[in-house]
Structures are given as C-alpha cells and as structure tokens.
C-alpha cells in the first residue's frame, strides 16, 4: 500500500517530477537545479534531471563545493568473469541553490556502498553493494592509458578467486 501511496501523492517528490520510483524506493533528499529539473537522492541511487536514475554502485565519485555538486558517473563496459568492466564517464555539474541535505546523503551513500577498494597494477578492484539487491559485485576500473584486456584477464581471475572463497549454497 506505501509503494502505491507514493505513486499516486509523489511524496517526496516535486511535482514536476516524471521519473517512476520502483518497489520500497524511497526519497532521502531532493534540491533543485539552476536551469530546470531536480537532483533526488533516493534509497537505490541518484536521480539527474531528465529524470535518470544512477544506482549508488554507479557513482565513482561526488564532491561538494561552493553551491555546486560534481558527479562522475561509471558506465559498465562489460564483464571479466564475475566482475564488471567500468569507465568514468565525464563530470557532470550541477549547482544547486537551495542544496537541502543531498550533498550529505550523497557523500554518505556513495561512501557506504564501497565495501573494498584496492589499487592494483593498471587498475581499481572495488567490491560494492548494489541498492535494492543482495550481496556484493566486484567492479574494475582500468587507469587511463591501461591495457584494458590485460586488466579484463587478471580481473576474471580475481572474480574467480573471491567466488572460490564464498560458502557453497
């Protein structure tokens, strides 16, 4: 009943909102954007204006200053095995006015969804949580200029290795 609630009143949202949230999502803050639209943090990730949903487990990096957020957003590539293949795509910024609570929301969730980072060779190996799903995925993020084959091979092992480690069900 919550769920359709939600749906129906957007509570939380601005009216002006078109994006659907899915299942028991809920919004933890929200701030407009100078030029229109909104940026909303929600319990599976961030919404862009647009509206698009990033999941948490796709923001490699966010920071806050002066009136404005940054985003730098992964794009899944691919896989190595069990691992999935990130690239960063470019900073986006957006200045918020009126910022509310989501730069702590932001930095909060972003920051909680890093289980492990290690920096290896050509790349980070970064075990996160993904909202809304059980468990962990283990993401690789070549360096600029890495041999992104070679990482793709020590990936998949790495990927093995880990799911080696894991209980039989």
Request: cysteine-free.
């Amino acid at each position: 009943m919550t769920a359709l609630w939600r749906r129906l009143f957007k509570q939380g949202l601005p009216a002006d909102f078109t994006g659907e949230l899915v299942g028991d999502e809920s919004v933890l803050a929200q701030a407009p954007v100078r030029g229109g639209g909104h940026l909303i943090a929600t319990t599976l990730g961030l919404w862009l204006p647009g509206p698009r949903r990033v999941g948490w487990h796709l923001v490699s990096k966010a920071t806050w200053g002066g009136s404005a957020l940054v985003v730098v957003e992964a794009a899944e590539e691919g896989t190595a095995g069990d691992a999935v293949v990130l690239a960063d795509l470019p900073p986006q910024r957006f200045v918020l006015e009126e910022p509310g609570k989501v730069p702590e929301v932001v930095h909060a969730r972003v920051t909680a969804s890093f289980k492990s980072k290690h920096h290896v060779g050509e790349a980070w190996y970064l075990q996160r949580k993904v909202p809304g799903k059980g468990g962990v995925v283990l993401q690789v993020r070549p360096d600029p200029g890495a041999d992104v084959e070679a990482v793709r091979v020590i990936a998949a092992d790495v990927a093995a290795k880990i799911g080696d480690l894991k209980p039989a069900e």
